[in-house]
């Protein structure tokens, strides 16, 4: 684990990055899962995108070695189903550096019903997948700290049927399915047929 005041200091660039392009935070949440004993902030915004609430975490660069990269996460849900988000990008965090070694863009983390099972039970949605966040300016994407870069990747929280056609077909073929039906990723309650898909070539 990288020391406290290099820690601070990604943390101190990512709220100021946050608040450039989002403004104020509206809440603060901190989580800690035992035996870690740091703690992993997740920050909320609203006015992002309409309707929506924003959530990011500050703290995933102290554990830069284990994911391979300075980078934090993001999700962006409709604000009436907000409520679990902050604990789900925590966890999300801790079991990245642990279980996956490492955070890559397209990568998924299945059985969220473990940490949130009502969360899974209401939405339909037990995995959640990693990508850059869409539609956003390009100079949010990077930003830099004592020499080096960072940068984010935003959760979509995905069904049992996304996560397996993600499995079988890969994150190029997830994403094409949801251009092609036009999937809103912050509408959790969404319902999204999944069959085969002609992927264009590249």
Known sequence: MMSDSVSENWAAAYYDHLERFFGAPVDNQAFQLPPHTHEIHVLAYDGVYEGCRVFATIDGTMMAPQLGVYAELLAAVETEQAADIPNLLAVALYFLAEEMNGLDGG???????????????????PASYFAQPPVLPAEF?????????????????????EYKFLMEHGPDALEHLFEQHDVDPCNLARVLRVAPVVVPAP
């Open 107 to 125: 990568i998924a983390i299945s059985g969220l019903q473990v940490v949130a099972r009502e969360f899974v039970a209401t939405y339909g949605k």
């Open 141 to 161: 994407y990077h930003l830099h700290c004592d020499d080096q870069v960072g940068t984010f990747y935003a959760a979509t929280f995905i069904s049992a049927a």
